[in-house]
C-alpha cells in the first residue's frame, strides 16, 4: 500500500534525524546551509544547537510550510544545481515532494515502490555561489552544507567550489546504486571529496535494497 510505504519512509527519515552519532557535528558549527530543505523536518533539532540556519527549498507551496521562520532559521526558494539560470523540469514525488528531483526515478523503486512523481513543474537553476552573493549570506556565519537533493548532490557540489573551503562538515545523503537515472553514487562523492580536501568521517546506513544498493548519510569533515 502506499500509505504504508510512505510510513516506512518518514519513520527512516526519522530515525536519520534524530540519530545521535550523525549529528555530533552541530555542536561543532555555528551555523548550517542545508539545500533540499522538504518541509524542515529537522528545524526542531537545529533549534536545540542554536544555529544559523538558511534553508533552501525549491517547490513553491513546500517552501511556504517553512516560510514561516524560526529565529535565526531563514528559508530561500531556489532550486541549486552546477548551473545558474539553466532551465529543469523539476519531478514532484507524491510522498510530500520528499523524493522530488530533477533526475527522473530509476532504482528508487526497489526500496520504496510506492513513490512515484505526480507533477512536473520548469524551474531555473542557481548556483550556491551566486546563491549566496545575491541573497548577501554570511558565509563565515556558516560552517556545514548538508544537502538532500534527491540525486543531484554532485551537481550542487560542482556549483560550489569556490565556497567550499568554508566549510567544515558536509553532509549529504548518497545512495551506491543508481537510485535515480544517471544520479551520483557513493563512489562519485567519495571521489570529488578527496579531491578538495573532505574525508569521511561517519557514515550510516538507513535503507537497503533486496536487490541490493543501499542509501546512506555521510559525513565528511575538511582536512586542516
Known amino acids: 500500500m502506499i500509505v504504508?510505504?510512505?510510513?516506512?519512509?518518514?519513520?527512516?527519515?526519522?530515525?536519520?534525524?534524530?540519530?545521535?552519532?550523525?549529528?555530533?557535528?552541530?555542536k561543532h558549527i555555528t551555523g548550517l546551509i542545508h539545500i533540499g530543505a522538504n518541509t524542515g523536518q529537522e528545524r526542531n533539532l537545529y533549534?536545540?544547537?542554536?544555529?544559523?540556519?538558511?534553508?533552501i527549498e525549491p517547490i513553491p507551496e513546500v517552501y511556504k510550510k517553512i516560510k514561516k521562520e524560526y529565529k535565526k532559521?531563514?528559508?530561500?526558494?531556489?532550486?541549486?544545481?552546477?548551473?545558474?539560470?539553466?532551465?529543469?523540469?523539476?519531478?514532484?514525488?507524491?510522498?510530500?515532494?520528499a523524493s522530488s528531483s530533477i533526475l527522473k526515478l530509476e532504482k528508487h523503486k526497489d526500496i520504496w515502490p510506492d513513490v512515484f512523481y505526480e507533477e512536473t513543474i520548469l524551474l531555473n537553476s542557481v548556483t550556491l555561489e551566486r546563491l549566496i552573493e545575491k541573497e548577501n549570506i554570511k558565509i563565515k556565519d556558516y560552517q556545514a552544507l548538508v544537502l538532500d537533493t534527491q540525486g543531484s548532490e554532485?551537481?550542487?557540489?560542482?556549483?560550489?567550489?569556490?565556497?567550499?573551503?568554508h566549510f567544515k562538515y558536509i553532509a549529504t545523503e548518497v545512495a551506491d546504486f543508481e537510485?535515480?537515472?544517471?544520479?551520483?553514487?557513493?563512489?562519485?562523492?567519495?571521489?570529488?571529496?578527496?579531491?578538495?580536501?573532505?574525508?569521511?568521517?561517519?557514515r550510516s546506513k538507513f535503507a537497503e535494497?533486496?536487490?541490493?544498493?543501499?542509501?546512506f548519510d555521510i559525513l565528511f569533515k575538511r582536512i586542516d
Open 47 to 55: 533549534k536545540k544547537h542554536g544555529l544559523n540556519v538558511v534553508w
Open 4 to 26: 504504508t510505504s510512505i510510513l516506512v519512509w518518514a519513520i527512516n527519515k526519522i530515525n536519520k534525524i534524530f540519530g545521535r552519532d550523525s549529528n555530533k557535528f552541530l
Open 209 to 215: 535494497s533486496t536487490k541490493g544498493g543501499s542509501y
Open 179 to 202: 537510485s535515480y537515472k544517471d544520479c551520483c553514487t557513493l563512489s562519485d562523492i567519495k571521489k570529488f571529496m578527496k579531491q578538495h580536501n573532505f574525508q569521511e568521517n561517519y
Open 73 to 97: 532559521q531563514k528559508a530561500i526558494k531556489a532550486l541549486v544545481t552546477d548551473k545558474n539560470n539553466k532551465e529543469y523540469k523539476f519531478n514532484i514525488a507524491n510522498n510530500g515532494g
Open 154 to 165: 554532485l551537481l550542487v557540489l560542482e556549483g560550489s567550489i569556490s565556497v567550499l573551503k
